[in-house]
């Protein structure tokens, strides 16, 4: 079965350094999603990719974070400087174009110390 | 403010109990979707629902979109162990592409 695949699972990091997180969403899906979840809430959209472009980052705290998808295919979200109340799981998801039904990945889970 | 409501925020049941979860708005969504997420894991859809008024089952799971399409439930016949999780509805609002997440529904099935 198709996944969507996100690494690393787990990042440790120390406030004001740079971290990164990778998704490769399913083969075809046009659509990728960027996801903050903080435990105990429901997750929240931090940017949308339609193909290469960006169609909603207007929840995305763009003075630290960053995200791209060059090719239209894998994406890189970024945070430098992280601070600590960026501590989360990151989930990426993707669909198909035009659809509401999203395939999550297993997540990257966020510490910040 | 949450757009998406969903209680309660937490249950505890017994193996065979039934319960109903609720995901209530103010807005009218265009559709509605459950998902079940374990720890560590990512969200898992479980159903969509598009038309007020509409009925769907999975197994033990019995989910409805509310006749003006602003509210759902999720009934679970006879929960098990295996039920155990973090229920999630999500709206697809009727003037943007964007999917809205509920807070969550955290479930504990005892044996």
């Known amino acids: 079965e198709a996944e969507v695949a996100q690494s690393p699972r787990y990042k440790i990091t120390e406030k004001s350094q740079a971290v990164a997180f990778w998704c490769d969403p399913i083969?075809?899906?046009?659509?990728l999603y960027w996801y903050r979840q903080i435990l105990g809430q429901g997750p929240e959209l931090l940017v949308q990719?339609?193909?290469?472009?960006?169609?909603?980052d207007s929840q995305l705290p763009k003075d630290r974070f960053s995200a791209e998808r060059l090719k239209g295919v894998d994406s890189t979200l970024k945070i430098q400087p992280a601070e600590l109340g960026d501590s989360a799981m990151y989930l990426c998801?993707?669909?198909?174009?035009?659809?509401?039904?999203?395939?999550f990945g297993a997540g990257s889970r966020l510490t910040v110390l | 403010t949450q757009l998406l409501e969903q209680s309660p925020q937490f249950l505890s049941i017994q193996e065979g109990e039934n319960l109903t979860v609720y995901c209530n708005s103010s807005?009218?969504?265009?559709?509605l979707q459950w998902y079940r997420q374990e720890p560590g894991e990512g969200p898992v859809l479980l159903v969509t629902?598009?038309?007020?008024?509409e009925v769907k089952k999975l197994k033990r799971l019995t989910f409805q979109f509310g006749d003006a399409r602003k509210d759902s439930s999720l009934h679970i016949t006879a929960a098990q162990p295996g039920d155990t999780g973090l229920y999630l509805c999500?709206?697809?609002?009727?003037?943007?592409?964007?999917?809205?997440f509920g807070s969550g529904t955290r479930l504990l099935v005892r044996p």
């Open positions: 998801a993707s669909s198909l174009s035009g659809a509401n039904v999203l395939t």
């Open positions: 083969s075809g899906h046009a659509t």
């Open positions: 990719f339609q193909d290469e472009s960006v169609v909603d």
């Open positions: 807005s009218v969504f265009s559709s």
């Open positions: 629902v598009v038309t007020g008024g």
């Open positions: 999500a709206g697809a609002l009727r003037s943007s592409y964007k999917l809205i």
